[in-house]
């Protein structure tokens, strides 16, 4: 503690200006130049069944929506209201889905493109 206090009390009383280091040697790029990559074998299946699963999940979620719009005209042309009810809620959970779908699925492929 008592080497701080030194420290502080000499450059607040000394008016000189106190340079730590007047020429640094120039530094090298500190970052390497490599290049990371997936190998082969591995990007190109992991690719395709990122692909087919995202794929098909939006295709289930528009396959919901679907079915919840039908379950809605159902519902309130028969006046059973939970029918409708449960049709609108599926119409939200399916655009939920693809919009989880679609970003998850977009979120992996940026991760496994900036490794190649």
């Not at 990007?43 to 919901?64: E, H, Q, Y």
């Not at 919840?68 to 519902?75: D, L, P």
Request: proline residues 9%; glycine residues 12%; charged residues 10%.
């Amino acid at each position: 503690m008592s080497q701080i206090l030194h420290a502080v009390t000499t450059l607040l009383n000394d008016p000189h200006p106190h340079i730590l280091a007047d020429n640094p040697p120039p530094l090298d790029n500190p970052i390497p130049t490599y290049k990371p990559q997936l190998p082969a074998n591995v990007s190109k299946p992991t690719g395709t069944i990122l692909g087919w699963v995202a794929g098909g999940g939006l295709s289930l979620a528009v396959l919901g929506a679907l079915l919840g719009w039908a379950a809605v005209s159902i519902g309130e042309n028969s006046e059973r209201g939970g029918m409708a009810a449960r049709g609108k809620k599926a119409i939200v959970m399916s655009l939920v889905a693809g919009i989880g779908i679609a970003c998850t699925s977009g979120l992996v492929f940026a991760a496994y493109s900036m490794a190649a």
